[in-house]
């Protein structure tokens, strides 16, 4: 059964951080690119940042880059992804989501996932 499931979410401060994890397994998620996406009620998920499949390459949404950081560990049966976000800011606020994809296509588009996990609640306050 493939799962993913995000954890680390909550409420902190304008200026503090968080660290969101992501456990995938039931496939070979070490071949995967993996990616993180952000929704905030009424407007579209929107991609926050991706990893390549043995973390050589990331990418991050402009909105982001310089505070978040994407990494992954590729263990045998579970992959985790950690999204560690410093300087949060208000307009960082919304429900993220981890997803996995194992074929070609942008790795900013939310279409070319396959895989999506729950999605975790963040909540900046100003």
């Known amino acids: 059964q493939v799962r993913l499931v995000e954890s680390g979410g909550g409420l902190v401060q304008a200026g503090g951080s968080l660290r969101l994890s992501c456990a995938a397994s039931g496939r070979t998620f070490s071949s995967a690119t993996m990616g993180w996406f952000r929704q905030v009620p009424g407007k579209e998920r929107e991609f926050v940042s991706a990893i390549g499949w043995n973390g050589a390459e990331t990418y991050y949404a402009e909105s982001v880059k310089g505070r978040f950081t994407c990494s992954r560990d590729n263990a045998e049966n579970t992959v985790t992804l950690t999204l560690q976000m410093s300087n949060l800011k208000p307009e960082d606020t919304a429900v993220y989501y981890c997803?996995?994809?194992?074929?070609?296509?942008?790795?900013?588009?939310?279409?070319?996932?396959?895989?999506w996990g729950q999605g975790t609640q963040v909540t900046i306050s100003s």
């Open positions: 997803a996995a994809k194992f074929a070609f296509g942008p790795y900013w588009n939310r279409e070319a996932y396959h895989y």
